[in-house]
């Protein structure tokens, strides 16, 4: 089954979900979210499904954000950010079965903030981490009220201000990620680790998973989206993204 581009399949009460929109590197386009958005809500409804695994095709889990095709005024960004949030980042956290992100490749900007929005990362020993907004005179929406909850203020802080993108190594060092294992074992062990949950108690792991994340979803998300839609509104961030699409160093003026 295939929901947008987004690979959906179902065996022995496990849902595997693989992006793949492989020319954009499975960044967070219309058809990825779509797709996650049709997938989660497949899994939600199905009492067949207890646990899901998401993961992306080719050398990339999920390279950001796709903003391609948007005029990206404060407007429009905010809706888009809305999108991104409600449809994959914290419908992933308030599903109330589990969520295992195996991070095969990169995993940039809304690709970590999608990893991080499920509940326990596996990482290939090929994959990289990394929030570059700021390269773009932007911020990281939805990783910047939920980094720091992971790794620490100041660990995230670095990650933010540098844009230096890390390890699986560091990931995992850093309690970013749970488990690094090699890249040729890495759905073997996300299978596994789903085939662990799935022999607890169902409905202890459920609530297990609402009563850790009982704090999310607050006014932190709504500042968040105000703010990415307020830096799209900068010279910085037209500088920015103009130079990244040009493939040379921004010029920023701090307005």
């Known amino acids: 089954m295939r929901f947008g581009s987004v690979d959906y399949e179902k065996k022995e009460g496990i849902v595997v979900m693989t ?44 390279a950001g954000a796709d903003i391609t095709g948007i005029d990206p005024t404060p407007a429009n960004m905010k809706r888009y950010m809305k999108e991104i949030f409600m ?54 929406g939805f990783a910047i009220v939920r980094l720091d909850q992971l790794i620490g203020r100041n660990k995230a802080k670095e990650l933010t201000m540098t844009t230096d993108p890390i390890s699986a190594e560091e990931a995992f060092r850093i309690n970013l990620a749970n488990k690094v294992v090699p890249h040729d074992k890495l759905m073997d062990e996300a299978i596994a680790m789903a085939k662990r949950i799935m022999a607890q108690g169902p409905l202890a792991v459920q609530f297990a998973k609402s009563a850790y994340n009982r704090h999310l979803w607050g006014e932190d998300l709504a500042y968040a989206t105000d703010a990415m839609a307020m830096l799209f509104g900068t010279e910085d961030a037209k500088e920015g993204t103009t130079a990244f699409l040009e493939k040379r160093k921004p010029v920023f003026k701090g307005r």
Not at 27 to 51: K, P, T, W, Y
Not at 124 to 131: H, T
């Open 87 to 140: 449809t994959a980042l914290c419908r992933a956290e308030k599903l109330i079965k589990p969520v295992i992100a195996a991070v095969n490749g990169l995993a940039l900007g809304g690709g970590l903030e999608l990893a991080i929005s499920c509940d326990i990362i596996i990482a290939s020993d090929k994959a990289q981490f990394g929030v570059p907004e700021a390269r773009l005179g932007l911020v990281p």
């Open 19 to 62: 992006l793949d929109d492989q020319p954009k590197l499975n960044a967070l386009s219309s058809g990825i979210v779509s797709g996650l958005r049709q997938g989660f809500d497949e899994m939600d409804g199905d009492d067949e499904v207890q646990i899901a695994i998401v993961t992306g095709k080719g050398r990339s889990f999920c």
